[in-house]
């Protein structure tokens, strides 16, 4: 079972920026693709983004283009969602994931490892 645990949310502003990171062995993040989702409250999970073990990156366009980038740190042992131009609708508790090693999926099913969530509030 691999231990995923998210930090970094809080409460910001409209405008602000936010890291949030997702902290796990580095064995995890050397070898399973992580993912980024988020749920707003009477909401489905939606996917954020993805890194591959190898770094290629995958953006939910729609709603986080060029706003929201994912990177991971040279240890291995941290991926971070970088959240800049935040909007009230960010609102969401964000969880990061673990999926078996492949090209980023947005599918939630794909993930077999969840932390427990941060909790991003943005206020207007």
């Known amino acids: 079972q691999e231990q995923l645990v998210e930090s970094g949310g809080g409460v910001v502003q409209a405008g602000d920026s936010l890291r949030l990171s997702c902290s796990a062995p580095?064995?995890?993040?050397?070898?399973?693709?992580t993912g980024w989702f988020r749920q707003a409250p009477g909401k489905e999970r939606e996917f954020v983004g993805a890194?591959?073990?190898?770094?290629?990156?995958?953006y939910n366009q729609d709603s986080v283009k060029g706003r929201f980038t994912i990177s991971k740190n040279n240890a291995k042992t941290k991926v971070y969602l970088q959240m800049d131009n935040l909007r009230t609708e960010d609102t969401a508790i964000y969880y990061c994931?673990?999926?078996?090693?492949?090209?980023?999926?947005?599918?939630?099913?794909?993930?077999?490892?969840w932390g427990r969530g941060t909790q991003v509030t943005v206020s207007s």
């Open positions: 994931a673990a999926a078996q090693p492949g090209s980023p999926s947005a599918e939630p099913s794909s993930y077999d490892h």
């Open positions: 580095a064995r995890t993040f050397m070898w399973y693709t």
């Open positions: 890194i591959s073990r190898i770094g290629t990156v995958k």
